[in-house]
């Protein structure tokens, strides 16, 4: 009697199990797991793997900033203002330094705007060198690794380059005391001198409320074959063409303005986000720095991403196999793009869309208020995770200076 | 790091433009001296003079690089000094190279062409193709894999187990015949679902309504009802009623599988209406839209007023009625009121045609409640019980016997999914049998001021027949009239007719 009463709960069990899965398999639409070169990790939990110490900075820092320009919280930028409130109140934050294992930062650096809403980078140097000197006379953990546990949110154009055009980014390369530390931006470009190794790149802020309500029935056929919307010439800063995006937006106009299959325009429509979700690719071709928002808006509305930009690094690039997701096309291609995106197979074409349709994959690229598991944040601190445990070299010993504190062109030595 | 003055004057000018503040820059460059300034003013000066002699735009970037190549020991690929034409942008090759004279001190550059870097930062040529038009393979396959990604949505997301669609048309011969039938069956070879096509003629089966089925390549079912088609629309919809019932026998009988809609041959379709329907259990009931056309515009004008100061009179919708919690509740009909009196009697009436209270096309059902010996709901009728009892029924609600049952499909009635339309030429309006002129037409009398110079007599008929019939059906059915004159070589008569119609036609303009 006792060993029919549990055969009959073991089945029960079983069926339980059986139905639930089915569920979740026949009720969407079909997506596949998504595995980067760090396995398959997009699901991770980072709590209790990491743990991280914030900095109290005075608010001139972060809050009189925010004060002064809220517009701050809405442009491409703002990832660096949602980590600091998603940090304050997360599980991995500990009060204890002396057992974290990562420090960070506030300080928001891209919140000077211009009447636009374009950021200044001018101050930036000034600023992140006065609360870095802070951090170190007040706290002892920065001068034991000079930085190498510190991690800094450096969303600018060109990372902790601190400057808009490229050349002068170039020029004055990552700022100096920033050598050590793990910067997380979202530029990333191969072979570069802004982007150093072991830096983790995020996706530019875009408003996940903004997407969500802008979603069609996914009944409604995919008609566009290729879409963009955006300048190809920039006018204002670059009005004999070839500087702006390395010739290669202007390309694309000048070889597919009157093709049908690709509905490419510099006019902006309300119906910019349904539109996408009707196309079946969308270009994300590099501006005046390789990163666009448009990356994150396309694999949000399941059209698969075109990245015209040569040796760009794609957000949690060791996470995400953004060869199978997207499809990459060398700038010099760009006259053959009609025949490089119509020989890819339709099998090829259908498997993209299902990784794109993954929620996994929707979830990592965005920054959504309050947090959600599997989002960009936590994307952050696997990416942290994965690099503990700090190698022994970090520690200095006792005496030992690696970093130089007069290095940098003269203006950003002055005090902030 | 030294800067030339112009260098940095450059700079700085696209530093300004970029961000609208001025010499903000804070990594070390002084305020622009007044002697660059000056040089500056002088070689802008210059240069646009040079651009009025030679009449394109030269480029200042000419001097940037005389000046910089003297200046600086960098390596830099000889660059073309091409002024840039606003018409030639077919330069192949990119311009590639060091343009800027980008500034570092050499060795920080040369770590950076050291590594394998794709990338050059500077000015770029602009790529373009040699024929930058589209190519018609490529859009070939293009359309394929839309095809196929479209095909794969409607797997995942459209309707589940789709179901065989039974559509019924009932169908007589005349004028217009081609111009519905044809309609309704393009719309039809449109379903992406299953499709059985049972089209009743009234009168015989004819070679013409074959034929003009035979072009759909649909599963068709052509069946002629003995009884010829009366020349009043109450005896035509009393007539259309019967023989769609007949064709409800003929599912029953060879236990066809689906939903059944009846698709009226001067109807208008959308294809959301065979998504809507294929979710109907038993009876469901559409919203109709009602085109009442009149021949007379101002009839058409003087219709609903019923209040004042409104613009446009609203079409009228036939279909179910729900409350607020989607529940049917009752059924819109067409109001009849205003037309009363003004209706059309005969088909060839030039008065407004009015539909019926319920027309049949706004109903589906499922072709399981037809058949017999089968587990039916009690709502339903048995079709043989209606055999002969009194065959005069107006809408399907006279196969339930509770109206309550039925199905409210399109988001309860709020979509309209079909619109009904009648139109109908005169019942004694003659046209060539299938729309084929046998035997060819001869020649006519020639017409004068033509563009091209008098033909001679002897041309061969070909010509002139494509040139006459394209007036033909057009004029047709109002030279009717006058081609009764003569009924021996009509229609010979009828093209002379024409063609001098034609001819003062085209001296008039």
Partial sequence: MDAWNRVFLCLIFAAILCTSSAVQRGGNQPTERISGSAGDVLEDNPVGRLKVYVYE???????????????????????????????????????????????????????????????????????????????????????????????????????????????????????????????????????????????????????????????????????????????????????????????????????????????????????????????????????????????????????????????????????????????????????????????????????????????????????????????????????????????????????????????????????? | MKLSALQQSYLNRRANSFRGSPQLDSSGDGPIKSPAAIFWLILHGICCLISLVLGFRFSRLVFFFLVSTSSNNLHMVPFRTAPQFTGSLDFQSALTSNPQANIDNPANRTTIASSTSRVIVGRHGIRIRPWPHPDPVEVMKAHQIINRVQREQRLQFGVKNPRTVIAVTPTYVRTFQALHLTGVMHSLMLVPYDLVWIVVEAGRVTNETSSIIAKSGLRTIHVGFNQRMPNSWEGRHKLEARMRLHALRIVRKEKLDGVVMFADDSNMHSMELFDEIQSVKGMGAVSVGILVHSANTDESTSLPQGKDGEEAPTIPVQGPACNSSNKLVGWHTFNSLPYAGKGAVYIDDRAPVLPQKLEWSGFVLHSRLLWKDVDKPDWIRDLDALNGVDEDIESPLSLLKEASVVEPLGSCGRQVLLWWLRVEARTDSKFPPRWIIDPPLDITVPSKRTPWPDAPPELPSNEKVSISTQEQPTKHSTKSRSSRSRRSRKRKSEIKVIGSQFSTHSEQN
Avoid at chain 1, 121 to 137: D, E, G, T
Avoid at chain 1, 212 to 229: D, G
Avoid at chain 1, 332 to 339: A, C
């Fill in chain 1, 57 to 416: 900075l005075p608010s001139k820092y972060n809050k009189k900033i925010l004060q002064k320009d809220p517009r701050c919280l809405n442009h491409m930028f703002a990832a660096e203002i949602f980590m600091h409130r998603f940090l304050l109140s997360s599980p991995v934050r500990t009060l204890n330094p002396e057992e974290a294992d990562w420090f960070y930062t506030p300080v928001y650096a891209t919140c000077d705007l211009t009447p636009n809403g374009l950021p200044l980078p001018f101050k930036s140097p000034r600023v992140m060198r006065s609360a870095i000197q802070l951090i170190s006379s007040n706290w002892p953990y920065w001068n034991r690794t000079e930085g190498a546990d510190h991690f800094f949110l450096v969303p600018h154009d060109f990372g902790a380059c601190f400057h808009y055009q490229e050349e002068k980014a170039i020029e004055r390369g990552i700022l100096p005391l920033l050598k050590r530390a793990t910067l997380v931006q979202t530029f990333g470009q191969k072979n570069h001198v802004c982007l150093k190794e072991g830096s983790i790149t995020i996706p530019p802020y875009a408003p996940p409320q903004k997407m969500h309500t802008h979603l069609i029935s996914e009944k409604i056929p995919r008609s566009i074959f290729v879409y963009f919307r955006g300048l190809f010439y920039d006018v204002g800063n670059d009005p004999e063409g070839g500087y702006y995006a390395r010739g290669a937006r202007a390309a694309v106009w000048e070889n597919f303005k009157d093709n049908p299959l690709f509905d490419i325009s510099t006019e902006h429509p309300t119906t910019y986000y349904e539109d996408m979700q009707r196309a079946v690719f969308c270009l994300c071709p590099l501006g005046w720095a390789p990163w666009s928002p448009r990356l994150v808006e396309a694999v949000i509305f399941g059209c698969i991403p075109v990245i015209i930009a040569d040796d760009i690094v794609l957000p949690f690039a060791d996470a995400i196999p953004w060869e199978e997701i997207g499809v990459y096309v060398y700038e010099e291609d760009v006259p053959k793009l009609d025949t490089i995106l119509t020989s890819i197979p339709p099998e090829v074409i259908l498997r993209k869309q299902r990784l794109l349709a993954n929620p996994s994959m929707k979830q990592a690229m965005l920054f959504p208020q309050p947090a959600q598991p599997g989002d960009a944040f936590h994307q952050v601190l696997n990416g942290l995770a994965r690099k503990l445990p700090h190698a022994k070299s970090v520690y200095l010993k006792p005496g030992e200076k690696i970093l130089n504190w007069t290095a940098g062109p003269v203006g950003d030595l002055k005090p902030w």
